[in-house]
């Protein structure tokens, strides 16, 4: 399997344990189930009049209250048959997946049915994420309850859900993100007879015999089920993807095709094409380009598709033999072909052996730790040619403790990865993991050796992060001081997991959140803890708020002041004193830098990420240990964020996308946003 290093922004919170882990050992070395069997589905239309009040009623009052839906066995809720024609899409509220995936993806998406198998938090993370994508239907399967060690990972289940079924508990919530798509439930034993009117199975918590079974049949489907397989186990997870034995992918990037203005091209063989110098060439060896308006050599401009080498900044050689063609006399255009990708997966089955055993290791006991790197060396050693020179049982014994613990930054984290492969699988757009990912967090483990009756339970609702981390930085964690800086996309997936680690939320703690942006429908789609009640309404108020339903425990201020220099009257010296970490969820790279620069100056620990599209990028600045942000410079802002060019714009690409965008809201016109900034001001 490979490890990939990767960060995506559903992560970042997993370096603050590193943070203050670290700034601990500083200050040490300074001063020493249901008995029906038939899925059931939920539609709950009466949301979009709902208040937040509703939020807290219970599943069955709150149905109660919503006329014109049937009722079946067991008083559940039951969803007519949707539409078989595809839904419109609300440009209002995927305007930012529209401008990713394009129209044709997001149809395929829509007309998608998905099942989730395991509500942990993994399960629930992957659930929300396609919620929120739009998928036609996401079902939920669990057959066990909820208990009090759900509520490390689990953003959805409160104390007043222990003993209810773990996917029934779940569909209320869920349900709120987005009520366009069908959310039902499974709560019997999954067989492979369920799997068939699904396009994607996803399964976070089953046995590996199961998972086996289940992907031999979606995999020898007609037409293939695209099956994926994950799980996390404490600071470890992987994921397994299987699309079928020939799997498409109409577009591996989900980039423009690039292109070149030429400026010559040589009577060779091969021939050699120079482009303007303005901008730099994407092209890549084996690439395929077209030509065009190509004046002289006028046999390039047939249309045909063809392969390039030698690939440089401004210049690439073509594999063909021009000597025989005209001379060419100026100009033409060299544009990228993307030509679709077949993948031809393998099933679990042939990928893995049996397992050995059949339980997960108990936290902090040695006894288990030694079974598991006992049978690990037994693998090890009947493994032929694969075997390796050391199994390392220090790794193993930390697997062993947490192999219980669904933490929620892990969970999120694949939560964002599966979410994404399920839209690939269903939409065929994006090249899908082939077929193993591995990630773990070892460095995010404190650095002291600790006593096993550290990571033992407390009965409390962090008794699995406590079995991970230990009991003594779960108190760190929960006395932090924290500023957050800004509460869109990314800011409201920092609270809900800062909430869930409970960070922030003992007798010393604080969380600090501002932005001065307000709620849109366009933030509907992916700032989760928004509904369509809250337009209009603050976004830091909004998000506190919701955050503070997720764990009560959480001592929280929302404020709505912009981070920079006019407010040093609000953010004092003696609030950036105060901070433990600070945490940037922001939109533009002046801003970063101003953080940056009073994170730099007070010395405190900077977690910083940013997404664009389908990209993102997280860092993390210690102090004294890693370079700081502004170390280092990004490449200039091509198009100006939308929340930015609504609350505030300020300079001409600013004002020119807010007049697009205006002009498109009074026309109904869908006109090229990058046609519009690439007007040049004189």
Known sequence: ????????GFMILLPIFVAIAIKEKESENNSAKDSSSVIKKHRIDCYLESTAANIEKNNSSFIG????????????LNMAPGDSNPAEIDEDLHSRQLAVYGRETMRRLFASNVLVSGMQGL??????NLVLAGVKSVTLHDEGVVELWDLSSNFIFSENDV?????????????????????STLTTELTKEHLSKFQAVVLTDVTLEKAIEFNDYCHDHKPPISFIKAEVRGLFGSVFCDFGPEFSVFDVDGEEPHAGIIAFISNDNPALVSCVDD???EFQDGDLVVFSEVKGMTELNDGKPRKIKNARAYSFTLEEDTSNFGIHEKGGIATQVKEPKLLNFKTLREAIKDPEMCRFPVAGSEEDAQKLVSIASLINENSGDGRVEDINPK??????????????????????????EVVKACSGKFHPLFQFFYFDSLESLPTANLDPSEFLPLNSRYDAQISVFGSKLQKKLEDANLFVVGSGALGCEFLKNLAMMGVSCGEQGKLTITDDDVIEKSNLSRQFLFRDWNIGQAKSTVAASAAALINPCLKIEALQNRVNPETENVFDDTFWENLTVVVNALDNVNARLYVDQRCLYFQKPLLESGTLGAKCNTQMVIPHLTENYGASRDPPEKQAPMCTVHSFPHNINHCLTWALSEFEGFSGENTSRSECLSIKPS
């Open 1 to 8: 399997m490979l490890k990939l290093g990767l960060g995506p």
């Open 65 to 76: 209250e919503c006329s014109g839906i049937s009722r079946e066995s067991g008083g559940v």
């Open 123 to 128: 399960g629930v993370e992957i659930a929300k």
């Open 163 to 183: 003993g209810k079924n773990k996917a029934l508990a779940s569909v209320q919530k869920l349900q709120e993100l987005n009520n366009a798509v069908v959310i």
């Open 279 to 281: 901008e730099r060439l």
């Open 395 to 420: 790794l193993l014994r930390h697997f062993a403790f947490g192999a219980r613990a669904v933490l929620n930054p892990m969970a999120a984290m694949f939560g964002g990865i599966v979410g994404q």
